[in-house]
C-alpha cells in the first residue's frame, strides 16, 4: 500500500432532475427492471445499498428528487434549464477503501460520509445516497438536491436596476457549487476522513505535480535564505566602510584609501549578486505560475472532455429511451385491442387514478367516473402478492383494481344509479343483471347501494 491516501470528493451537476444517472446508481430502470452496467461484478450488485430513507409514496431517486423541490416551499418557478440536482462520488484511495471494508470500518466510513453531507448540504437536501460494493473500489453517490435560504450573491454592476430579493428556500446550483464553497467541500470532507487514514488531495493537481510545487517552493526557500545572508553581508561590509571613514585625520591616507577602495568593489559585488538572486526568484516564481497554469489547462480540458462523454452519453441513452417508450406505447395499443377485458372494471365505471404510496406495506386508493359523477375509494393492508404483480407489469391498473375492490366498492350511489340507466337503455328494459358482475337487480334497487354511501362517508373522513 502506498504511503499517501487520498480522500475523494468530486461534485458534479446533474441534467434536469438527473433521472438518467438514476438507473446506473440504482441498478434498475424506470419500471424497476435490474440493470447492471460491464464494470460491475453482477454477483455482488445485491451488497449494494440505499442508505438514505424516502419519503412515503416515494419509490426511487428521481422521485425523491422531485418530492424534495415540490415540498421545499419554493416561491419562484422552477425553470426547465435549472439543476435540480448534484451528484457527489465519495470515496478514497483504493488500497485504503479496501483495507477499511476488510477491516470491519466500512459502516463507520459510511456514517463518517452521512453525517458529512447532512452537515454540509442540510438533511432535507440529500434525498439519496447509494453504497457500491459491485464495482473495483468500494464508493458513494450522493445526490443533493441545492435549494438554499441565504441571501442570493450578485455581483453589482453601475447603473444597473435594484431588485427586491424574495426570502425564503430557492434553487440555486450556483451557489452550492461557487468556487469558494468547492474548496471548503474538500477542506472539510478531509478532515471527517482523517480518523480513517485518508487526506486531502492537492487542488487540480497529481502526485507529479506536488513533486514539482515541492521543488519550487524549496528553491525559493533557498534563494531566500541566500538574499537574507547576502544582504546581512552588505550590512557587515557597510559597517567596515564606516570604520575606514573614522580614519580620516588620524594618519596613513593612503592605507584608508586602498582600503575603502576594497570595501566599495566588495559591496558592489555583494549588491550585484544580490539583484541576480532576486531576479532568479522572480523567473522561478512566474515559471511556476506558468507550469501550474499548464496544469490547470490540461486538467480542464480532460474534465471538459469527460463531461462531453457523459453528456454524449446521456443524450444516447435518452435517445433509446424515447424508442424504446414509442414501442412500449404501441405494445400497450396492440394490448387494449387483443384483451380488452384486461382494460375495463368490473363495475362498468372509468378508471380514472390509482395510488399505491408503498409496495413494501401496500395500500390502494382508486378514483373512478362515471359521467359526470367522481368517486374515490381506499383499501388497506391488501394482498402483497397482487400488489406485486401489479408494481412488475403483469396485471394492468383495472386488474389490479378488480382483484381488490368488489364491483360495488368501485362506485358511488349515483354512478351506479348513472350505470343502471345505461343498462336500460341498452336492453330495451328494466335491468335485471347485477352492475358489473353478470347477477342482481336493476339499478334503483342495487343490494350493495347503502354499503356504498357508508364507505364514501367513511372515505371522506379519511
Known amino acids: 500500500m502506498s504511503n499517501t491516501q487520498y480522500a475523494v470528493c468530486h461534485l458534479q451537476r446533474g441534467s434536469g432532475n438527473d433521472s438518467g444517472m438514476s438507473c446506473h446508481i440504482e441498478r434498475k430502470d424506470a419500471k424497476g427492471k435490474k440493470y447492471v452496467p ?145 474548496h471548503e467541500y474538500q477542506n472539510s470532507y478531509a478532515a471527517a476522513m482523517k480518523p480513517f487514514g485518508l487526506q486531502r488531495g492537492i487542488v487540480g493537481s497529481t502526485a507529479k505535480h506536488q513533486a514539482n510545487s515541492d521543488y519550487y517552493r ?66 522561478l516564481q512566474e515559471r511556476h505560475k506558468s507550469d501550474i497554469g499548464k496544469l490547470r489547462n490540461g486538467y480542464q480540458k480532460e474534465i471538459e472532455a469527460a463531461i462531453r462523454r457523459a453528456e454524449t452519453a446521456e443524450r444516447r441513452s435518452k435517445e433509446k429511451d424515447t424508442v424504446i417508450e414509442r414501442q412500449r406505447k404501441q405494445i400497450d395499443r396492440l394490448d387494449r385491442k387483443a384483451n380488452p377485458q384486461r382494460y375495463s372494471l368490473s363495475s362498468g365505471a372509468e378508471l380514472v387514478r390509482i395510488n399505491v404510496p408503498n409496495y413494501r406495506n401496500p395500500s390502494l386508493h382508486i378514483w373512478t367516473r362515471v359521467g359526470e359523477e367522481l368517486f374515490e375509494d381506499t383499501k388497506f393492508q391488501i394482498d402483497y402478492d397482487v400488489a406485486q404483480r401489479h408494481f412488475n407489469g403483469q396485471i394492468t391498473d ?38 358489473g358482475t353478470g347477477s342482481g337487480s336493476s339499478s334503483s334497487e342495487l343490494p350493495w347501494n347503502d354499503n356504498i354511501a357508508k364507505r364514501h362517508t367513511a372515505a371522506k373522513r379519511r
Not at 51 to 67: K, Y
Not at 147 to 152: A, L, M, Q, S, W
Not at 411 to 431: K, M, R, S, Y
Open 38 to 182: 460491464n464494470n460491475a461484478d453482477a454477483g455482488r450488485t445485491p451488497l449494494n445499498r440505499e442508505l438514505v430513507r424516502f419519503p412515503d409514496g416515494v419509490s426511487n431517486r428521481t422521485e425523491a428528487v422531485q418530492h424534495r423541490i415540490d415540498t421545499a416551499g419554493l416561491r419562484r418557478k422552477v425553470g426547465k434549464n435549472q439543476t435540480k440536482a448534484i451528484r457527489i462520488i465519495l470515496t478514497g484511495t483504493h488500497e485504503l477503501m479496501m483495507k477499511i471494508a476488510n477491516d470491519g470500518r466500512l459502516d463507520n466510513w459510511i456514517d463518517a460520509n452521512l453525517k458529512w453531507l447532512r452537515d454540509t448540504f442540510g438533511d432535507e437536501n440529500l434525498v439519496s445516497c447509494v453504497l457500491h460494493m459491485d464495482e473495483k473500489t468500494p464508493h458513494l453517490h450522493a445526490t443533493v438536491v441545492p435549494i438554499v435560504t441565504g441571501e442570493r450573491v450578485r455581483r453589482k454592476r453601475e447603473g444597473e436596476k435594484k431588485y427586491e430579493t424574495k426570502s425564503g428556500p430557492r434553487l440555486s446550483a450556483d451557489d452550492v457549487m461557487r468556487r469558494t464553497k468547492l
Open 398 to 435: 383495472e386488474e389490479f383494481v378488480n382483484a381488490v375492490f368488489e364491483p360495488q366498492e368501485q362506485v358511488n350511489e349515483a354512478q351506479a344509479q348513472l350505470l343502471g340507466a345505461a343498462f336500460t337503455l341498452a336492453i330495451g328494459g328494466p335491468a335485471d343483471a347485477h352492475v
Open 218 to 283: 524549496q528553491q525559493v526557500i533557498q534563494y531566500e535564505e541566500d538574499i537574507a545572508k547576502l544582504q546581512a553581508d552588505v550590512e557587515k561590509a557597510q559597517e567596515g566602510r564606516n570604520t575606514i571613514l573614522s580614519w580620516f585625520g588620524k594618519g596613513d591616507l593612503a592605507k584608508a584609501k586602498r582600503e575603502l577602495s576594497d570595501k566599495d568593489e566588495e559591496i558592489a559585488g555583494l549588491n550585484k549578486r544580490l539583484k541576480e538572486l532576486q531576479a532568479e526568484k522572480a523567473r
